[in-house]
């Protein structure tokens, strides 16, 4: 048996509380557990502080930027208030620009939208599709998958080093994009490193930090990332906001994301009959339409929960409970872990598994129908990366169902279990014991596919 260090950790931090701690779900075998939210790297559950802050300011809920009674003075304030809170909390330069969007997607892609004439985009195809994806008008180059955060840096340099010179002869503008904290993996990035290689080759970069900034703290000064981006949703906050900082020239520049009310500072008529209109300068530009100030309210709520209970004291209790995890999961010899870095990198609370036999989706199933146990299954949203760790063919996709990979054969499709702030011991516990059963004992249960997914035959 191993030596657990999971059981000789320090001191830790008790779980944060978050909603749903309580929640009971029914099992297929008979009887109800407590539910064990073990997919945060999806959808986190919202801290009760920011539940709290939010149902206090609720009753004062007002129109944002518009009205001139006293609660949409008061809603402006916490609006504006939130801002500043969260572009704290990223440590943004002073003359930054914090947009308040609805998501890391909506943030990438109104990065995408904001990319002067002739930039090239740089991305790893490890990338999930949110930052793989929007870059439509660009010439992109995809890099291939890294084995070492080092061969990172170096692929990176490599590509800026070889781009297209324009036609007077310099580089045009550039932006690298790349993710803080794999979805998939949970492994690190360097990205304080990629951010130099960028800078020293004329390139500007954005930190997909969706991963990330739940878990670690974010210095946009520190990490000199030239933007940043996150959901609320994953940072405890699920109230449809998400953000995107950095960097105000582009920004200023773009056409606004949204055309409409908020993003205009003046509209008039022409004699021609057209409109002309004069557009904010500030965030406002990319914020047209009646901001969601609820949802911005939260993630102060959330960056200030998180700040206050400490990082350092919430990456070590996260360290104990990823210990328990994969030294769990390394005793079951039936699993394999996903890692671009390997054992030693460094990483958030995602790990993502297969199971020698099993069709994800049915091991996935039955954690949840048998264990009460919440995961996620399938290719995450990163499809080519997924399939580099599978060493899968691009056009396969695992189906659910009986089992698909009979011992040897490579499984199509993953596992992921992902934790944070607010997992108590108990949930990582029973995973690691009901994964040990499901792969010595086999379900308790059958399964069929119904609409794709993998569910209990009942
Ligand atoms: C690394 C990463 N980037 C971007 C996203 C997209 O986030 P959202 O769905 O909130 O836009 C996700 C979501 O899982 C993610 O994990």
Redesign the pocket.
């Known amino acids: 048996m191993s030596v657990s260090t999971a059981a000789v950790a320090p001191s830790l931090c008790a779980p944060l509380p978050v909603l749903g701690g309580d929640v009971t779900v029914p099992l297929v075998t008979g009887g109800e557990v407590a539910y064990a939210a073990l997919d945060y790297?999806?959808?986190a559950p919202a801290l009760q502080r920011v539940w709290d802050d939010v149902a206090a300011y609720a009753p004062y809920y007002g129109s944002v930027h518009r009205g001139a009674g006293y609660l949409s003075q008061l809603s402006t304030d916490l609006f504006e208030n939130a801002r500043r809170t969260v572009a704290e909390f990223l440590d943004c330069r002073a003359d930054d620009q914090l947009v308040f969007t609805?998501?890391?997607?909506?943030?990438?892609n109104l990065l995408a939208a904001a990319l002067p004439a002739g930039c090239q985009v740089f991305v790893f195809e490890t990338?999930?599709?949110?930052?793989l994806l929007p870059w439509r008008d660009a010439r992109v180059t995809y890099l291939d998958a890294p084995r070492t955060p080092g061969q990172a840096v170096e692929t990176l340099e490599r590509a800026l080093a070889a781009r297209a010179v324009s036609i007077e002869g310099g580089h045009g503008p550039a932006l690298v994009c790349v993710?803080?904290?794999?979805?998939v993996t949970g492994e690190l990035w360097p990205v304080r490193e990629l951010a130099a290689a960028a800078h020293a080759h004329g390139a500007r970069i954005v930190l997909?930090?969706?991963?990330?900034a739940p878990h670690h703290p974010v210095s946009v000064r520190d990490l000199d990332v030239d933007w940043v981006?996150?959901?609320?949703?994953?940072l405890y906050a699920p109230f449809g906001s998400?953000v995107l900082a950095g960097r105000a020239d582009w920004l200023r520049a773009a056409d606004p994301y949204l055309a409409g009310g908020g993003a205009s500072r003046k509209v008039t008529r022409r004699e021609d009959g057209g409109v002309d209109v004069e557009w904010h300068d500030s965030a406002a530009r990319h914020e047209a339409g009646s901001p969601n100030v609820i949802g911005a309210y939260s993630i102060a709520s959330a960056c200030k929960a998180l700040t206050e209970a400490g990082f350092d004291t919430l990456v070590a209790r996260e360290r104990h409970l990823i210990a328990k995890v994969r030294e769990g999961l390394a005793d079951v010899p039936e699993v394999r872990i996903l890692s671009l870095f390997g054992d030693d990198a460094p990483r958030v609370g995602?790990i993502s598994f297969v199971v020698e036999g099993w069709n994800s989706s049915h091991f996935a199933a039955a954690l949840s129908a048998e264990y009460g146990i919440g995961v996620r299954d399938g290719l995450?949203?990163?499809h080519p990366l997924v399939r580099t760790l599978l060493g899968t063919a691009p056009e396969t996709q695992g189906e659910c169902g009986a089992p698909e990979a009979a011992p040897g054969e490579k499984s199509l499709n993953a596992i992921r279990v992902s934790f944070g702030a607010g997992t108590p011991d108990e949930h990582v516990d029973r995973f690691v014991h009901a994964v040990r059963e499901l792969v010595t004992q086999g379900a308790k249960w059958r399964y069929r596919t119904e609409d794709g997914r993998c569910v209990p035959a009942v």
């Open positions: 790297a999806a959808s609805r998501s890391t997607t909506d943030s990438l990338e999930h599709h949110a930052s993710t803080g904290a794999s979805n997909d930090a969706a991963q990330l981006a996150f959901s609320g949703h994953k998400g995602v995450f949203c990163a």
